[in-house]
């Protein structure tokens, strides 16, 4: 298994049978690039931290299908000499499977 940038990364390669995007989703049709190189019966998952990455995976749900949702973290932090909570940045994930 190799670990590439998509979509340069597909080239040459046999369908996957799945594509993850850890980030890069706002690249100039990327998205639709990893859609159609998947295999029928393929996943795609794709994650957002910002307004733009989500509204390109907001279109790739109303043109694919799928499911969006919105992980939030929180991590201890000192607040003073105690400790609190302090929230991460939310994840939004993207996940289909092509028919």
Do not use: H, S
Not at 7 to 28: K, M, W
Not at 74 to 92: F, K, S
């Amino acid at each position: 298994m190799r670990e590439q940038a998509a979509p340069e990364g597909l080239a040459g390669l046999p369908r996957p049978d799945a594509i993850f995007l850890g980030g890069g989703a706002t690249g100039e049709r990327v998205v639709e690039i990893c859609w159609a190189a998947l295999k029928p019966g393929g996943r795609l998952v794709a994650n957002a931290v910002t307004l733009e990455t989500e509204a390109r995976l907001t279109a790739a749900r109303a043109a694919y299908g799928g499911d969006l949702v919105r992980l939030q973290a929180t991590y201890a932090d000192a607040v003073g000499r105690m400790t609190g909570w302090r929230p991460a940045m939310p994840v939004t994930q993207y996940a289909v499977v092509k028919p």
